[in-house]
């Protein structure tokens, strides 16, 4: 026994630190994909993000890298509203990202089309749905276009049942090219009352990214 412990060598800190820190890379790779962020935003980064088409949202996103700069536990999270294909998915992504590296939570990335088809789901077989269950009890909740679709009276009670849920503790990020109107109509003033307490607002306006570039 004495011979075993004495082939093995001790490792040195840097080596340690070296492994803490691929640990800690693999925990947040698997942490994105248990998230199941689009794939288009995966790899995508503050960075990325130029002002060639739209100098009017500089100040827009200095305010976002300098609140993912200074993320803290109990922070809320971010309403990106906007026009379309200004970069509201990518910037909260970034944020959503940020998140799940920094206090290595558990994150989902949702498409509101998408829940609320697993909501349809839930109706008519009566099964509680996983995505509804993970959207709930995520550290880090992003819904994208959030308030866009078809709602009825039964998938409004859903959205309330999650939006109230996500009260206290938890972060949620949310985006939408809805208007204050239409989210109202769509999902009611009760949701989107509680939305003001747990996400602040970020607007971002200008012409599409997507297309041809300049
Ligand atoms: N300022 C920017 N710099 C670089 N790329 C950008 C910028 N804004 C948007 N893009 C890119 O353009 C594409 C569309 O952006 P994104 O999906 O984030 O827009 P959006 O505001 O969420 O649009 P929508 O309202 O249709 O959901 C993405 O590939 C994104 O990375
Ligand atoms: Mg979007």
């Known amino acids: 026994m004495d011979k075993l412990f004495k082939k093995m060598k ?3 800190n840097a080596e340690a630190k070296k492994r803490d820190e691929q640990a800690r890379l693999r925990d947040f790779s698997m942490a994105c994909n248990d998230a199941r962020i689009h794939h288009e935003f995966i790899a995508k980064s503050l960075s990325d993000f ?3 088409r739209n100098t009017c949202n500089r100040k827009q996103y200095v305010y976002i890298e300098n609140y993912i700069k200074n993320l803290k536990r109990g ?3 971010l309403f ?3 026009d379309i294909g200004v970069g509201k998915t990518h910037l909260a992504t970034v944020l959503f990202k940020s998140v799940l590296w920094k206090f290595s939570w558990s ?5 509101q089309a998408d829940l609320l088809d697993s909501l349809r789901y839930m109706r008519t077989t009566g099964q ?3 995505l509804f269950r993970d959207c709930m009890n995520a550290h880090v909740l992003m819904i994208d276009d959030f308030g866009y679709g078809d709602f009825n009276d039964y998938l409004r009670e859903q959205m309330f049942r999650l939006i109230n849920h996500r009260l206290g503790g938890a972060m949620t990020i949310l985006t939408t090219n809805c208007n204050g109107e239409e989210l ?3 999902l009611g003033d009760r949701i989107m009352d509680r939305v003001s307490e747990i996400c602040i607002g970020v607007e971002l306006k ?3 990214y997507r297309g041809s570039k300049p």
């Open 75 to 77: 922070d809320k999270g």
């Open 128 to 130: 509680y749905e996983t």
């Open 206 to 208: 200008g012409d599409s």
């Open 10 to 12: 001790p490792i040195s």
């Open 107 to 111: 994150g989902r990335w949702v498409l």
């Open 50 to 52: 130029n002002f060639t």
């Open 184 to 186: 109202s109509r769509n």
């Open 80 to 82: 990106i509203t906007g």
